[in-house]
């Protein structure tokens, strides 16, 4: 199998290659553009295998794309190139609509031509993984732990990057339902582990904590998200190429549910046990102005992908995180220095200028 993987130098991207080359036997063409958040450190133990190949694209360049199907013939795509940040889409909402919208109807497009033209014992194999959020089904304001997202489930985002992601999904749908298009789409929870790029809650937290840092904390921190470790979300995405159905929604998450401001604290906890200092950590939090739309709430009902796929998360969110400060704690000066390397210093995103 040959899978063309978009945005394979991302966070999640980046664990899809490293299981579908060392675990799957797959062979994997990585098309990224190689935005500020890509890092192609992150695959460093599959680089230079003769199952692995890397390809620096925009998806939004049909040419490309279109090039690109022609000289690789992938047996399959698995979608992840996106701008994922909602703070940045608050304050630059075209590049989501971009990448996130047009690079998907380009990519789409390119798909649907070169599966035309495949005989028909590979159009049979033939999958288009569209990777999504959970963020699309917008807010789940009640605290009932009985309430979580579900497939089918109605779309109500709220941010720029949710919208265009709603979006993206509705598009990847409307290709299979219009043009036979085997497409699947997946929708995770907040993913986290190692090589996320620090703008997101659990690797700046490691950070800002490691170097003690204030620790910003949006609202009073009650908003809940659910928590899933990348390498179980890839492990899931990689079951779909063989096991997914086209035209249906699969949705992955963690069953971890965690305020923010306990995720914070534990994070801090973890780091004192590791590396006492002066003082504790937890003495860093910092509560900050919320984001403007900041959804109260996710979580998601993984029962579909556990009864047709066969798939588990297989660590617990305490075994994972500390995992994570364990690779954070071990690699932070260079993290760092990439991340912050005239890139993200840090500092807070996602603010409205004040209205007068």
Known sequence: MRVLVTGGAGFIGSAVCRQLVSEAGATVVNID?????????????????????FEQHDIC????????????????????????????????????????????????EAARRYYDGLPHPRRKQFRFIHVSTDEVYGSLDSLDSFGRFREDTAYRPSSPYSASKAASDHLALAWYKT?????????????????????????LTILNAMEYKP?????????????LYVEDHAAGLIKLLFEGRPGEKYNFGGDSERSNLEVVNQICDVLDRLCPGSARRRSLIAFVPDRPGHDARYAIDASKAHRELGWQPTRSFEQGLADTVDWYFARGASWLAWARNGVYDGARLGLLATQH
């Open 215 to 227: 620790l910003p904390v949006y609202g009073d921190g009650s908003n809940v998200r659910d928590w």
């Open 179 to 203: 043009y036979g298009l085997p497409v699947i789409v997946s929708n995770c929870s907040n993913n986290y582990g190692p090589f996320q790029f620090p703008e997101k809650l659990i690797p």
């Open 61 to 108: 360049d049909q040419e490309a794309v279109n090039s690109l199907f022609a000289r690789w013939e992938p047996s399959a795509v698995i979608h992840l190139a996106a701008e994922s940040h909602v703070d940045r889409s608050i304050t630059g909402s075209a590049t989501f609509i971009g990448t996130n919208i047009v690079g998907t109807y380009t990519l789409l």
């Open 33 to 53: 553009k190689l935005t500020y958040a890509a890092n192609l450190a992150s695959l460093a133990s599959i680089d230079g295998t003769s199952c692995y190949r």
